[in-house]
């Protein structure tokens, strides 16, 4: 069993930065990196980003791309998730996943079901 636990939400204005962070507790060996998606009220979970465990590769949505980064520190089992240029548009409820699909394919490591041990949540709210 792996315990995820996000931190560094909160309310900032359009235009701000947040960094999250996401502890892993464990590096299980099936799986290949860690994942970050956002649910906004009303609306269904939704890819955002994610790193491999040796932080060669990441993949990001298009909504982001240019805005976020994701990066990762292998000592800490942590990734982190920069988020510049904020727009309200991005407020939603922020989750980290361990990602135990390898693959170079937008759509299979996009989806929810690549995923395992999903963290609690971290809200950010941008105001306009």
């Known amino acids: 069993q792996v315990q995820l636990v996000e931190s560094g939400g909160g309310l900032v204005q359009a235009g701000g930065s947040l960094r999250l962070s996401c502890a892993a507790s464990?590096?299980?060996?099936?799986?290949?990196?860690m994942g970050w998606f956002r649910q906004a009220p009303g609306k269904e979970r939704e890819f955002v980003a994610t790193i491999s465990w040796t932080g060669n590769t990441t993949y990001y949505a298009d909504s982001v791309k240019g805005r976020f980064t994701a990066s990762g520190d292998n000592a800490k089992n942590t990734v982190y998730l920069q988020m510049n240029s904020l727009k309200p548009e991005d407020t939603a409820v922020y989750y980290c996943?361990?990602?135990?699909?390898?693959?170079?394919?937008?759509?299979?490591?996009?989806?929810?079901?690549?995923?395992?041990?999903w963290g609690q949540g971290t809200q950010v709210t941008v105001s306009s």
């Open positions: 464990k590096r299980t060996y099936s799986s290949y990196g």
């Open positions: 996943a361990v990602r135990v699909v390898s693959s170079s394919i937008y759509y299979r490591i996009s989806r929810p079901a690549s995923y395992e041990y």
